[in-house]
DNA sequence: CGTGATAACGGTACCGGTATCGATAACATG
DNA sequence: CATGTTATCGATACCGGTACCGTTATCACG
């Protein structure tokens, strides 16, 4: 059973091609009664039109490139949903790659995608090397990088500062009196919006002449199960720590888990911070502390950036909105007072 | 700056189009001086080339079309993890699309999807309405509807049976010695999978002449922080209970912690139950009991049987491998012997 | 009644690739 | 030297739509 086209309705409605296609598309000059049988026949077909024809003719895709590194972290996926959410009603479209934290397979998705001729493109972080940046400068399309703003982007920016959110958490910490922090992450390597906040959050340290007490790394990717593992190990050799420093939620979230079973009490024995807030980290037991990062409404910002920026192609006036939307997680779980 | 064709690729390197195209897809007749003129001209022009032209030329898009009800929810995103996986390295391509739930949302998505004539379709769950089951079977594609197993396939089926799972569940839950059993849920008239483990499970109860002793029901999306309020709630009003039986895993990660507020004990008081086995459950200061769903497992399974179809459609010889996939969710956090 | 405007529709040329068949040249072979 | 073979490349016809311009018929109007 073979898809039907749009010749074979406009031969079954008895008009030329042309005429189909105009009935169809809901074009002004058509009489009434003739897009009534062509619609029918599109229906009794049950037509459905070939993207590919219709983009390749008409040159515009209307499609919008997404890759994310990640769909196991719940954070992409929601950064996913924001763009979705966004785009709704405007006639674009939405299509993800997943790039597992890799470069070069970044590198070939994007490629890929590029193919596909979006109209626009959604790249997570400003780190990536350059011949992928040299490939995105050439599509002549937006480029919108997201997540990140530490860096100088190729194009259009929606994010926020992993720089400033690992300083300013370092800083609310030491505020709180905590002395004896530790860290533990995961992959830092391949997450390198993590490194960044581990690196601000020590120069904070290294300012009041102190360095972690302890750090505990792993190669995995963080899970709460991994935060769990490695936080009771560093519990039992270090006891003296008030403090950890997690490369996210989820490890954090693990942290406080090990910490109950150990029977340590947080926040007043130890403070947990982690980063993303995770809807996760208002229900839990007993507080941890987090950067809240708005991930939908990056996505939302982005889609919108793309949006305006279509417009703005139209009038071919340029000089358009913002090229940079900044956001700032508030921490929260971190009450002053605590000694 | 416009993106570069083929053509001018071809003219660079002094050949012709059809030169030009042989020597970047690597075919055997074409002179090896000549392929690297062609790739340098194709280099220097950072030429991506147009699969709009080429999926409509050569009549196949290796596009795999994805429809998921949510990206909120971690379950989604990992089973599309796993189908591109699945699917890496085969030359095929995931596209996903997002319904929200919504049946005529989940239509148009699904018309859009076919008009890029993608080789494959991935659906979720069998409850689609009649008109999107004639779009689906009218596409002459393979259809595979994945996740659930409790009604008629259209043609390949991977998944689970979310009776069984809630038949199971109630089984093993009496077993263990639970009577007051409650039912904490959400948004039961738009995740059918929920509401079907949620029947069963009656009808169990309902052979020893039991039934619930509460419900908790809820509009909203499923979530930590609902599980933990719904829970708190019906705590307050029933403390008899001594046992929960959630829609879900988050719901009833958010149930354990509401206890653990309330000092109740989990699970020697009360016996906590949910669906999915996220990984979180693993960790939880608390076991629940879960019925743990190879998510990933299914994506790939779903992949694999479309990279098989595709073989067996080249070789046009029919009667390919199995039309179903059946995946059963041990149940974990279940541990004999409590009373 | 000739003219022009308007409504409704068709014809043709693309969009950027690939399939398919042919053409050409170089070379080996009897 | 005539012929066949092989390697390499080009010309042409699509794929299924849309853009653009042209055509035809109808009707109002001076």
């Known amino acids: 059973m073979r898809r039907s086209t749009l010749e074979e309705v406009a031969a079954l409605a008895g008009v030329s091609k042309m005429t189909a296609s105009r009935a169809l598309r809901g074009s002004s000059d058509v009489a009434e009664e003739t897009r009534r049988r062509v619609q029918q026949a599109a229906e009794r077909l049950s037509y459905v039109g070939n993207r590919l024809a219709l983009s390749l003719s008409s040159q515009r895709t209307n499609l919008v490139a997404v890759v994310v590194p990640s ?73 919108i990088q997201v997540m990140d703003l530490d860096g100088t982007p190729i194009d259009f920016n929606v994010g926020l500062s992993h720089g400033d959110a690992g300083r300013d958490m370092a800083v609310a910490l030491l505020a709180a009196g905590r002395k004896k922090i530790a860290y533990v992450g995961s992959a830092l390597d391949k997450d390198l919006r993590a490194g960044k906040r581990k690196a601000a959050f020590q120069r904070v340290l290294a300012a009041q002449s102190l360095s972690f007490v302890s750090e505990q790394l792993d190669d995995g990717f963080s899970s709460i199960a991994l935060g769990k593992r490695l936080t009771a190990h560093m519990l039992a050799a270090k006891p003296e720590i008030d403090c950890i420093y997690y490369s996210n939620d989820d490890m954090a979230a693990g942290g406080l888990f090990a910490c109950m079973e150990a029977g340590i009490i947080v926040p007043s024995q130890i403070v947990l911070a982690g980063f993303n807030g995770l809807d996760l980290t208002d229900s839990l037991p007993a507080p941890i502390a987090t950067s809240k990062s708005p991930r939908r409404a990056m996505g939302e910002a982005a889609a919108r950036l793309i949006t305006d920026a279509m417009k703005d192609g139209e009038k071919s006036s340029g000089e358009a909105g913002p090229k940079t939307i900044v956001f700032k997680p508030p921490i929260t779980g971190l009450k002053q007072g605590w000694t």
């Not at 996913?80 to 006639?91: K, N, P, Q």
């Not at 674009?92 to 890929?112: C, L, N």
């Not at 596909?116 to 400068?137: C, E, N, Y």
């Open 71 to 143: 769909m196991s972290n719940t954070v992409f996926p929601e950064v996913l949903s924001g763009i979705t959410t966004g785009l709704a009603g405007t006639g674009m479209q939405a299509v993800f790659g997943i790039s597992d934290y890799d470069e070069v397979k970044e590198r070939e998705i994007i490629r890929d995608m590029l193919s596909w001729q979006p109209s626009a493109i959604i790249v997570t972080g400003l780190d990536q090397p350059h011949d992928t940046v040299r490939m995105l400068k050439s599509a002549g399309i937006p480029v």
